[in-house]
């Protein structure tokens, strides 16, 4: 179906009207609302992001393997498959996604559409690693407002494929808050940085600021060249951290002693194996 005059300003060249409908991005009738214009921006933001990597991808594999993890409803696979892979030969999509419910909603729309290489796997974080449905190694792995420590099970899953970019949004980043809330009265005596924790709206804010620092870390210190920015305007979303982790094989040499340093100062040992390499 071709794209209306009046929505060619919003939606990219060659994207599916019917996929957008099914994703209900637009109306049965074709429109597209506001809020749905603001979602269709962030979504088109980050594909402008993954683009670049995915045509990198292919200079070297004519057979990419994108893994959308922690898919959920699988609207960026959707997106991805649509606008970088459906007009090529090869390649395939991968959502992972521990709700079977959203697994079996994917597959059929997927079938609906005739995305032929896109599948979806009904895998836990540690069946995906050893999984005999993924391939041993993958190129790309999203992982798009990740709850929690979904991102680390994401990153966890990257490090084992040996994947050549992950491309993160986190989200909810609770764990490490609660780390710094459970042994805030030890750090009182340890360290006069507890002072930026003292509060429960800064441990929230702190908690999620550290938690993305240390997963930089952690993948500088694994061989990875992380950037990191911003993936729309705050004004539209705050979760709004995208980090973007290439795979170079040259560690940076401070980064996991710089890691194991700021657990220690920040009595946040009982993590440590969470950013393990």
Known sequence: ?????????????????????????????????????????????????????????????????????????????????????????????????TRAELVEKSKNLAAHLGFTRMRFEHLTVEESVTSSAIPAKVDIITALHACNTATDDAIQFGLTKQAKYMVLVPCCQAEVAE??????????SKTPLSEIWRHPIHTREFGSQITNVLRCLQLEAAGYQVTVTELVGWEHSMKNELIIARYTGQPRKNAQARLDAILQELNLEALRNRFAH
Request: charge should be neutral; charged fraction near 25%; proline fraction near 5%.
């Open 179 to 188: 780390v710094l809330r459970q042994h805030k009265n030890e750090s009182f």
């Open 1 to 97: 179906m071709q794209i209306p005059e009046n929505l060619k300003s919003d939606i990219k060249p060659n994207q599916s009207i019917e996929l957008l409908k099914e994703l209900h991005i637009l109306t049965r009738d074709g429109k597209l609302n506001q809020d749905s214009r603001r979602k269709l921006k962030q979504v088109y933001h980050l594909v402008n992001f993954i683009e670049p990597l995915f045509n990198d991808v292919l200079t070297y594999s004519p057979n990419p393997t994108l893994v959308d993890h922690g898919a959920g409803k699988s609207y960026l696979g959707f997106i991805l498959y649509d606008l970088l892979l459906k007009q090529l030969s090869s390649g395939e999509v991968i959502g992972i996604e």
